[in-house]
């Protein structure tokens, strides 16, 4: 996989770029990201795939500058004959899409919209990913998102640290499926609940049970920092650990931490 560790890639998870590339229906036509900042996410997946093209949604509400290092950016990649960039999608209402990537404005009114968009402008195979499902300063995209699974009109496979996966209910068993053989050919740890329940996620769960959301099961991708990610996916520029706790984390065995921590809190203490 081709990929940068930089500013633009800086909310991106290896693992997420992995499995766009990877589930997106061939032949990889057309992708569709609404709130495109400074193009992290986009041009992994159109350097990575060679024939995408691209339709940016983003109005850069006061953020002017931001458009500007996207366009310089596309440009930079020679990338701009096949990004078209949009302030909205009202204009198209009869273009599909192989992915539509939502992460433009986090309330529940403008998820939900988008949702609409997404499900009425998807290629009949096509998925739709929704970005920070779990942010806890952002609770509208969960509750939009539980409300169009609950009304029947995308389903659920795949859910990693940050991403839901969706597709149409009917090709739900194929893109489960095809999920699942990719998580398992590349040895990336995940949970499906029924009865391939591990400890990747730190519970190993005593007895089998159902994770589905509205009868469709999920595969649960291990929740693992982005540095193990790279080393997973064997990337030639692997993410940098951000800050120093991380560093130690990963370099420490965790006998040595637990003593370290012991002794910090006895010197608290004093
Ligand atoms: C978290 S950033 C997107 C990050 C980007 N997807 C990436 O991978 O780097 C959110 C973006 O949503 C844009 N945004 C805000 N309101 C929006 C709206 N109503 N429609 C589409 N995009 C919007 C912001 O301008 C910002 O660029």
């Known amino acids: ?48 795939l060679p024939h995408l093209q691209a339709l940016a949604v983003d109005p850069y509400p006061n953020s002017e500058n931001i458009k500007s290092i996207f366009i310089h950016n596309i440009k930079a990649k020679k990338l ?24 433009g404005e986090h309330s529940e009114v403008a998820v ?10 998807l290629s009949s195979k ?7 499902i779990w942010h806890p300063l952002f609770p509208g995209i969960v509750s939009a998102t539980m409300k169009v699974i ?42 499906s609940g029924i009865s391939e329940g591990s400890d990747i996620l730190g519970s190993k769960s005593t ?22 990610q790279s080393l997973i996916l064997g990337l030639e520029n692997p993410v940098k650990l951000s800050s120093a706790r991380e560093i130690f984390k990963q370099i420490t065995p965790p006998i040595f931490v637990k003593i370290l921590r012991k002794s910090a809190a006895a010197y608290r203490s004093r």
């Not at 701009?80 to 939502?102: A, C, G, M, P, T």
């Not at 007895?207 to 991708?221: D, K, M, P, T």
């Open 207 to 228: 007895y089998s049970q159902a994770n589905s959301i509205n009868g469709f099961n999920q595969l649960v991708v291990g929740n693992i920092n982005k540095f193990q």
């Open 150 to 191: 609950h009304q029947g009109t995308l389903a659920p496979f795949l859910i990693s640290r940050n991403k839901m996966y969706l597709c149409k209910p009917s090709e739900y068993n194929h893109h489960y499926n095809s999920a699942r053989s990719l998580l398992k050919l590349t040895e990336i740890p995940y949970s």
């Open 112 to 121: 939900l919209s988008d949702l609409q968009f997404a499900t009425h402008n």
């Open 80 to 103: 701009e004959s096949r990004v078209r960039l949009l302030e909205n999608y009202d204009s198209l209402s009869d273009q599909k899409f192989d992915l539509v990537h939502i992460d």
């Open 126 to 132: 096509g998925i739709v990913v929704i970005d920070d």
């Open 1 to 48: 996989m081709i990929w940068e560790t930089d500013e633009n890639t800086i909310w991106l998870d290896p693992f997420d770029a992995f499995f766009s590339i990877n589930l997106i229906p061939a032949p990889q036509k057309s992708v569709c990201e609404i709130g495109v900042y400074k193009g992290g996410f986009l041009m992994v997946l159109l350097e990575n």
